[in-house]
């Protein structure tokens, strides 16, 4: 088996002379020609799950022949990741998967990924690996933005038919795709999130989960030999609905990820400190369970720059489950 070249390095810089930045990046590059594809997780620092199948690649492809150039971000968002934050920057309290490049000096967040940007922008194919934060119980599915042209949105759709998760979501609406996901598109560079695992557990299943889906998308785009695995797969398009406290108190969740909810049941309550009932929460429609927020403390008043994560309960997919899936699997 021929062997790759490996470079090892950490981008670093400053914002406004104070905030240090790092970003670790490995590089293999084969001795055959072929695409670009970058790897990253830890946007979100404490969705370990990403973080561990990251390293679980870097260690296979030190030992396995590629084409082309396959770069390894292991941890995005090394600030975070060290200060065991979650969510949102340590640094700025903002959700750096809104942001895009262009706006370097504005804060420490824009100027982070606008340096993640340069790393990302060459590659043909990018995979970002989320997982469910400590807070975050996450049913593992897999959405596709589908944008830009017929061939485009099937190279972005490949990436993803190789994870061994049920529910593959395509999403057409711009607005409810991560800013950095609709620049990467733009740029013409095909990209998805996975989104596998729960509650920043390290969890071996999800870590095999993620780790299979990468294999499977180098092996589509050439990267790795081999014919990539295609499991069977259900492909759901709906409205995102994400469920928010109008009260603070404490959260006692009525659902589970992965459940279908019908119009009229219960997603839970919001109680004062005693236990009385503040406020309950009921579907308007039947949809998926795509996550909900596990950790009983809500603050509904706290928004970081507008974010509305502290408040979030129950995250929605209403369901419209894709008709031609045959022409999908084409
Ligand atoms: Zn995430």
Same mark, same amino acid.
């Given at each position: 088996m021929s062997m790759n070249s490996v470079t090892e390095e950490i981008i670093r810089g400053t914002f406004r002379g104070e905030e240090p930045l790092e970003i670790p990046v490995i590089t293999f590059r084969g001795e055959s020609d072929g695409p670009e594809f970058t790897v990253m997780s830890g946007m979100h620092a404490g969705e370990y799950s990403g973080i561990l199948a990251a390293q679980r690649l870097i260690n296979h492809l030190r030992t396995t022949g590629i084409s082309g150039t396959v770069r390894v971000i292991p941890v995005v968002s090394t600030r975070a990741f060290m200060a065991r934050?979650?969510?949102?920057? @340590?640094?700025?309290?903002?959700?750096?998967?809104?942001y895009g490049p262009g706006n370097a000096d504005n804060s420490y967040t824009e100027f982070q990924i606008d340096t993640l940007y340069k790393l990302l922008v060459t590659s043909n194919y990018v995979i970002d690996m989320h997982s469910g934060e400590f807070a975050q119980a996450l049913h593992s599915w897999i959405p596709v933005p589908m944008q830009g042209s017929d061939d485009f949105q099937r190279r972005t759709l490949s990436l993803a038919l190789g994870y061994p998760v049920e529910h593959i979501e395509l999403r057409r609406?711009?607005?409810?795709? @991560?800013a950095l996901v609709n620049h990467l598109a733009d740029d013409g560079v095909a990209n998805i999130w996975a989104e596998i695992g729960k509650n920043g557990l390290p969890n071996e299943s999800h870590i095999d989960a993620h780790y299979q889906g990468l294999i499977a998308a180098l092996q589509t785009a050439g990267n790795l030999a081999g014919e990539p695995q295609r499991p069977s797969h259900t492909f759901i398009e709906g409205s995102r609905r994400q469920i928010n406290a109008d009260v603070s108190g404490v959260w006692h969740p009525a659902v589970k990820e992965g459940d279908i909810v019908e119009p009229g049941q219960p997603l839970g309550n919001i109680t004062d400190y005693f236990g009385t009932v503040l406020e309950e929460y009921f579907a308007e429609e039947r949809a998926l369970v795509l996550y909900y927020w596990t950790s009983p403390a809500i603050d509904h008043l706290r928004r970081p720059h507008g974010y509305d994560w502290h408040s979030g309960l129950v995250s929605l997919l209403t369901i419209d489950e894709a008709s031609d899936t045959a022409r999908l699997d084409a």
């Open positions: 934050n979650m969510q949102l920057s @340590p640094v700025d309290q903002r959700e750096v998967h809104f609406e711009r607005e409810s795709v @991560p």
